[in-house]
């Protein structure tokens, strides 16, 4: 059984940026096991408001801290305000017969708005639920999870998942319960992941949409039988394309609806970590918005007619935050080399900048709020972590999505996997934002944090 973490109180520190001549020297000059490092870090972080709508007011609550040793976290508020967080921790899974994650993932709740959080038992032996693929609360109360790995069927066309269940507010959990994933088509196996590990699965990530006739949405992305194309800084991984999936019957099943989006051509990485929500009142009510992961630029497209078809993804660039302007940052890296020992100044995938990981939430009220990391670059952003756009953001959005006028810096020049979730609390236009600061390997500290963030909007005469 895993071993519960240190208390709150051991390892506290600031995290501090590592300043070193050379990528390749700073990787290489102190061994780090990322199973035995420090887990606590404090946050002093001062959001930034980089473009400004003079309607929206934003008012940030204490950090708080949630999981220490906790990355990349995922969520869900429940309808009485129950926060569910869970991250990564620097802990070994157990072994498993089907694709799990390189690490353990540790759930936390917290029932007092984030005051206090206890961490949840695992069954022994097993890894449980991976919440990246996301969870929500149906209409009549229910709670579904989807964990995020999709592996292969009896046949070629079918794969298998599992669904997670409580009816009792997260107290009790049930399952793995089996789900069948219809999908002709996709191809799991012929790519690594981004570390070169042979890999077999698809990815179900983020949001999972409850349509008005009790339908469920979500996206996965992965390949299809002929996306060849390769990564651009890890050649045994292949390009991959999101895809939407629908359950009839709250996710006992899945069929495949649609390519959201592919390209052979687009970023590092292809489409992936999508992020899937609906609009549900106005002059738009029931388009779908998806953003993105590319490896560079955030990519977004929308679909009218229930995600059967979809605009051709484009661009979103916010508040001026262009991943190609190397310009801004390449006298910060010259000289540098990646492992490899190679310039990274005059490399086009190296000095790139990304944005990773976007959250997007439509709140009660109809405001849209989206969050992404941007990395600075895109690898060499954790040995050299202090670029002022190296961070986490947030964005808001009061035209359905067309425009997202009012864009704040959460956090800059700090350490961070650039991994971010949002959800919506009881109170209306008042989110919880977790995100975290760390990284896997500099042995400086990680941890899992959170706010509430308070929307007010005002007439503007």
Same mark, same amino acid.
């Given at each position: 059984?895993?071993?519960?973490?240190?208390?709150?109180?051991?390892?506290?520190?600031?995290?501090?940026?590592?300043?070193?001549?050379?990528?390749?020297?700073?990787?290489?000059?102190?061994?780090?096991?990322?199973?035995?490092?420090?887990? #606590?870090?404090?946050?002093?972080?001062?959001?930034?408001?980089?473009?400004?709508?003079?309607?929206?007011?934003?008012?940030?609550?204490?950090?708080?801290?949630?999981?220490?040793?906790?990355?990349?976290?995922?969520?869900?508020?429940?309808?009485?305000? #129950?926060?569910?967080?869970?991250?990564?921790?620097?802990?070994?899974?157990?072994?498993?017969?089907?694709?799990?994650?390189?690490?353990?993932?540790?759930?936390?709740?917290?029932?007092?708005?984030?005051?206090?959080?206890?961490?949840?038992?695992?069954?022994?032996?097993?890894?449980?639920?991976?919440?990246?693929?996301?969870?929500?609360?149906?209409?009549?109360?229910?709670?579904?999870?989807?964990?995020?790995?999709?592996?292969?069927?009896?046949?070629?066309?079918?794969?298998?998942?599992?669904?997670?269940?409580?009816?009792? =507010?997260?107290?009790?959990?049930?399952?793995?319960?089996?789900?069948?994933?219809?999908? *002709?088509?996709?191809?799991?196996?012929?790519?690594?992941?981004?570390?070169?590990?042979?890999?077999?699965?698809?990815?179900?990530?983020?949001?999972?949409?409850?349509?008005?006739?009790?339908?469920?949405?979500?996206? /996965?992305?992965?390949?299809?039988?002929?996306?060849?194309?390769?990564?651009?800084?890890? *050649?045994?991984?292949?390009?991959?394309?999101?895809?939407? +999936?629908?359950?009839?019957?709250?996710?006992?099943?899945?069929?495949?609806?649609?390519?959201?989006?592919? %390209?052979?051509?687009?970023?590092?990485?292809?489409?992936?970590?999508?992020?899937?929500?609906?609009?549900?009142?106005?002059?738009?009510?029931?388009?779908?918005?998806?953003?993105?992961?590319?490896?560079?630029?955030?990519?977004?497209?929308?679909?009218?007619?229930?995600?059967?078809?979809?605009?051709?993804?484009?661009?979103?660039?916010?508040? =001026?935050?262009?991943?190609?302007?190397?310009?801004?940052?390449?006298?910060?890296?010259? %000289?540098?080399? $990646?492992?490899?020992?190679?310039?990274?100044?005059?490399?086009?995938?190296?000095?790139?900048?990304?944005?990773?990981?976007?959250?997007?939430?439509?709140?009660?009220?109809?405001?849209?709020? #989206?969050?992404?990391?941007?990395?600075? *670059? *895109?690898?060499?952003?954790?040995?050299?972590?202090?670029?002022?756009?190296?961070?986490?953001?947030?964005?808001?959005?009061?035209?359905?999505?067309?425009?997202?006028?009012?864009?704040?810096?959460?956090?800059? %020049? +700090?350490?961070?996997?650039?991994?971010?979730?949002?959800?919506?609390?009881?109170?209306?236009?008042?989110?919880? /934002?977790?995100? $975290?600061?760390?990284?896997?390997?500099?042995?400086?500290?990680?941890?899992?944090?959170?706010?509430?963030?308070?929307?007010?909007?005002?007439?503007?005469?």
């Amino acid at each position: 059984m895993i071993q519960p973490l240190l208390s709150q109180a051991v390892a506290g520190f600031l995290l501090t940026s590592v300043i070193s001549s050379t990528l390749a020297a700073a990787d290489s000059a102190k061994p780090i096991d990322p199973y035995n490092v420090p887990v #606590a870090v404090k946050a002093n972080n001062h959001p930034e408001t980089l473009q400004q709508n003079r309607r929206v007011s934003l008012k940030f609550g204490p950090e708080q801290l949630i999981i220490p040793g906790g990355l990349q976290p995922s969520m869900l508020v429940t309808k009485t305000g #129950a926060r569910v967080v869970q991250s990564q921790m620097p802990e070994r899974p157990f072994p498993s017969n089907r694709q799990a994650s390189n690490w353990a993932m540790g759930t936390y709740i917290s029932r007092d708005e984030g005051k206090n959080w206890k961490r949840l038992p695992l069954t022994p032996g097993e890894n449980g639920l991976n919440m990246e693929g996301g969870a929500i609360q149906l209409r009549d109360g229910l709670i579904l999870a989807l964990d995020t790995f999709v592996t292969p069927g009896p046949t070629p066309e079918i794969g298998l998942g599992q669904i997670y269940l409580s009816r009792d =507010d997260w107290k009790t959990l049930e399952g793995p319960i089996e789900a069948v994933f219809h999908l *002709p088509g996709v191809v799991y196996s012929g790519s690594s992941d981004d570390a070169g590990r042979p890999y077999q699965a698809a990815r179900a990530h983020r949001r999972i949409i409850e349509l008005p006739n009790g339908d469920l949405l979500t996206t /996965l992305y992965g390949w299809f039988k002929g996306d060849e194309a390769r990564s651009g800084y890890m *050649p045994t991984m292949k390009k991959t394309r999101v895809f939407l +999936v629908r359950s009839p019957d709250r996710g006992r099943t899945w069929n495949l609806v649609s390519t959201v989006a592919v %390209g052979p051509d687009i970023g590092t990485e292809g489409y992936g970590e999508a992020v899937l929500e609906r609009i549900r009142k106005g002059p738009l009510a029931g388009r779908l918005l998806c953003q993105m992961r590319t490896g560079r630029e955030l990519r977004e497209t929308y679909s009218d007619d229930e995600g059967k078809t979809w605009v051709p993804a484009y661009p979103r660039v916010f508040a =001026d935050l262009d991943v190609y302007r190397t310009e801004k940052w390449v006298e910060m890296f010259r %000289g540098a080399l $990646d492992k490899q020992g190679r310039p990274i100044d005059n490399n086009p995938v190296e000095l790139i900048g990304a944005v990773v990981d976007p959250d997007l939430l439509v709140l009660r009220s109809g405001i849209i709020v #989206a969050t992404f990391g941007v990395r600075v *670059p *895109p690898r060499a952003c954790w040995p050299r972590a202090e670029h002022p756009w190296n961070g986490n953001y947030l964005a808001i959005s009061l035209d359905d999505g067309k425009t997202w006028d009012h864009v704040v810096r959460l956090n800059s %020049g +700090v350490r961070t996997t650039h991994y971010t979730a949002i959800e919506e609390t009881p109170t209306d236009n008042q989110i919880y /934002l977790a995100y $975290d600061l760390g990284d896997w390997r500099s042995g400086q500290g990680r941890s899992t944090y959170g706010r509430t963030v308070d929307i007010s909007l005002k007439a503007v005469h």
